[in-house]
C-alpha cells in the first residue's frame, strides 16, 4: 500500500462559524483572520494505491460552480486535483474508487463536471465506484433548511444518475471493520448524518483522515465545535470518546481542512487532550 497527500487548492471561511461560541480572542491564536474575518482552509484529499486499487477520499470543490459561489469563498493558491494527481504519476482516469467522508460541496464538489459542451453533468471519475452511505445520502438528498446551502444537487444527484454510486452501510456499533475498501469506518453524526472518518493501518501506524470531525488542529480543545455542526453536543461527545481514543492508540490525524498543517498527534494534559506534534507527510511516512 502507498498514500499520498493531494492538495486540490484552499479557501477561506468564517472565523466565527468556524468556532462557533468560542470568542474570537481565543481562536485566533491558532486560527488568525484576515480584515473579513476569515480564515484559511485546506482542501487536502488522500490517494490510496492498494494493488490494483486507487481510492480516493473526498475530492474538494471542483470547479463548475459559478464566479459568483467562489467569490464567497475565496479560493487560492495553485494547487488543484489534477496536478496533484500528476505529481504522483496519476490521473482521474486512473482512479478506482472515489470515498466521500459525507457529502457537503468541499468535500464532494469535484466528483461532478460540466460535460464537454456544458450542457450537463458527468463524473469526473468515469471508472470510479462512488462510495456514501444510505442515511447520509437520504440526509443530503432531502436536506434541512440549516445544511441546504452545503448540500448541492448538481454535485450530488448525477452520481446517482451515473449508475457508479455505492452504499458503505454501518452496523450498530458505529465502527466498521474491513470496510468493502479496506480499512475501518468510524461513523459520527454530530457534523452531520453518518459522516464517514476511515481508520487506515499504514506503515506500521493508524493513519486517521479526520474530515469534519477534526478540520485544524486549533479545533482540538473539546468546546471549540464548529457552527456548521447540526448536533453540536452530540459533536462533543463524539470528539471526548475520539480524541481519548487518539492518545490511547497514538493515532496519526490526517488534517482536510489546515493550511499550515498536513499531520497531528495528540497527549493529554490536565487540560484535557491537547495538540502533541504537527507533521507533513512525508516527515512520517516514506513517499514514492
Known amino acids: 500500500m502507498q498514500i499520498y497527500p493531494i492538495e486540490t487548492g484552499n479557501f477561506k471561511l468564517d472565523g466565527g462559524a468556524m468556532f462557533g461560541v468560542v470568542p474570537k ?16 482552509m ?9 494493488g490494483n486499487q486507487l481510492i480516493l477520499i473526498d475530492t474538494g470543490t471542483g470547479r463548475k460552480q459559478s464566479d459568483k459561489f467562489f467569490s464567497y469563498y475565496y479560493p487560492y493558491g495553485d494547487d488543484t486535483l489534477d496536478s496533484s494527481l500528476a505529481k504522483y504519476g496519476f490521473n482521474r482516469d486512473d482512479i478506482t474508487d472515489v470515498f466521500l467522508t459525507h457529502l457537503h460541496f468541499d468535500h464532494c464538489g469535484g466528483c461532478i463536471q460540466w460535460n464537454k ?11 470510479a465506484k462512488f462510495w456514501s452511505n444510505k442515511n447520509h445520502w437520504q440526509w443530503a438528498t432531502q436536506p434541512n433548511a440549516r445544511e441546504k446551502a452545503s448540500f448541492l444537487t448538481e454535485n450530488i444527484l448525477p452520481i446517482e444518475a451515473s449508475g457508479q454510486l455505492n452504499f458503505i452501510d454501518a452496523d450498530d456499533s458505529g465502527y466498521l471493520k474491513n ?12 457534523h452531520t448524518e453518518k459522516q464517514m472518518i476511515p481508520h487506515i493501518t499504514y506503515q506500521g501506524k493508524k493513519l486517521i483522515f479526520m474530515a469534519d470531525l477534526l478540520p ?72 514514492k
Open 117 to 127: 459542451n456544458k450542457t450537463g453533468y458527468e463524473p469526473a471519475f468515469k471508472n
Open 179 to 190: 470496510s468493502p475498501l479496506g480499512f475501518d469506518i468510524l461513523f459520527v453524526d454530530g
Open 42 to 50: 485546506s482542501l487536502r484529499c488522500m490517494l490510496i494505491e492498494d
Open 25 to 40: 480572542v481565543i481562536w485566533q491564536k491558532t486560527n488568525p483572520a484576515d480584515q473579513n474575518n476569515l480564515i484559511n
Open 216 to 287: 485544524t488542529t486549533g479545533h482540538i480543545p473539546l468546546p471549540y465545535v464548529m457552527g456548521y455542526d447540526t448536533r453540536p453536543l452530540l459533536t462533543l461527545d463524539e470528539k471526548q470518546t475520539f480524541l481519548d481514543r487518539a492518545v490511547k492508540e497514538n493515532y496519526y490525524l490526517f488534517l482536510e481542512h489546515d493550511a499550515s498543517h498536513e499531520i497531528c498527534t495528540l497527549k493529554q494534559t490536565e487540560k484535557g487532550v491537547r495538540l502533541d506534534q504537527t507533521y507533513q507527510f512525508n516527515e512520517i511516512f516514506n513517499l
